[in-house]
């Protein structure tokens, strides 16, 4: 087989926004009356704002009603957007940039593949939009992971087929999306937080084109 192309989620793979999500959100819990730990967090990765609150008011035992769960939303993502518009190019994920070249260098397209509707201002802020041949972002799709959408868009932005595309996810529902979709899926993370990837891997620091190759040959 052949990789063609090379989808990243962007969230705690390119970039780490996780935290910056998890800080948003734990204020809210805060405000709310209760504790919102890192290890609830795991539950959000991948999952879109509406659910995230979801989850979150389940974690909480707090019922509310639509106008306030969206009100609630509103205000996680003014904190997210405050947070991220202190990010700088140094908060890359180690690795990342040398990856990407090697894909580039490889002739293997890349793309972004986000269920964030920041996506577009994260990139610009970190300086690094130029590297992805393809963005799919919040704002370009409908459906959120497990729902294979947003990669799928991505797969035919670069005019590759879904099975010669390798997804890289750090979140379980991102993981089932690209399986949804027929690619190929590495996780970025702990095993025991993601399955169903063919490898798991910590990081980009160790991984080059000869590791991928002998993966996907």
Same mark, same amino acid.
């Given at each position: 087989?052949?990789?063609?192309?090379?989808?990243?989620?962007?969230?705690?793979?390119?970039?780490?926004?996780? *935290?910056?999500?998890?800080?948003?959100?734990?204020?809210?819990?805060?405000?709310?009356?209760?504790?919102?730990?890192?290890?609830?967090?795991?539950?959000?990765?991948?999952?879109?704002?509406?659910?995230?609150?979801?989850?979150?008011?389940?974690?909480?035992?707090?019922?509310?009603?639509?106008?306030?769960?969206?009100?609630?939303?509103?205000?996680?993502?003014?904190?997210?957007?405050?947070?991220?518009?202190?990010?700088?190019?140094?908060?890359?994920?180690?690795?990342?940039? *040398?990856?990407?070249?090697?894909?580039?260098?490889?002739?293997?397209?890349?793309?972004?593949?986000?269920?964030?509707?920041?996506?577009?201002?994260?990139?610009?802020?970190?300086?690094?939009?130029?590297?992805?041949?393809?963005?799919?972002?919040?704002?370009?799709?409908?459906?959120?992971?497990?729902?294979?959408?947003?990669?799928?868009?991505?797969?035919?932005?670069?005019?590759?087929?879904?099975?010669?595309?390798?997804?890289?996810?750090?979140?379980?529902?991102?993981?089932?999306?690209? *399986?949804?979709?027929?690619?190929?899926?590495?996780?970025?993370?702990?095993?025991?937080?993601?399955?169903?990837?063919?490898?798991?891997?910590?990081?980009?620091?160790?991984?080059?084109?000869?590791?991928? *190759?002998?993966?996907?040959?």
């Amino acid at each position: 087989m052949e990789i063609k192309a090379c989808l990243f989620d962007l969230d705690g793979v390119v970039v780490d926004t996780a *935290r910056y999500h998890y800080l948003a959100w734990k204020k809210i819990a805060d405000d709310l009356g209760f504790s919102f730990s890192e290890h609830d967090n795991e539950r959000l990765k991948g999952v879109s704002r509406m659910e995230s609150l979801d989850i979150l008011l389940e974690i909480g035992k707090i019922k509310v009603d639509l106008k306030t769960k969206e009100e609630l939303a509103a205000t996680k993502n003014s904190l997210y957007v405050s947070y991220i518009q202190k990010m700088t190019p140094d908060e890359i994920l180690p690795g990342v940039i *040398r990856f990407l070249d090697e894909l580039h260098n490889s002739g293997i397209l890349i793309a972004l593949g986000s269920a964030s509707k920041n996506a577009m201002s994260i990139l610009d802020k970190i300086n690094i939009s130029q590297k992805f041949d393809a963005v799919i972002e919040g704002n370009k799709v409908s459906k959120a992971k497990p729902d294979p959408e947003v990669f799928l868009k991505g797969a035919i932005e670069l005019g590759v087929d879904p099975h010669d595309c390798l997804v890289f996810e750090d979140a379980q529902a991102g993981i089932d999306a690209a *399986r949804n979709g027929g690619m190929h899926i590495i996780g970025i993370g702990q095993p025991e937080n993601l399955t169903n990837a063919e490898f798991v891997i910590p990081g980009f620091e160790t991984l080059n084109m000869n590791q991928l *190759r002998s993966w996907y040959l």
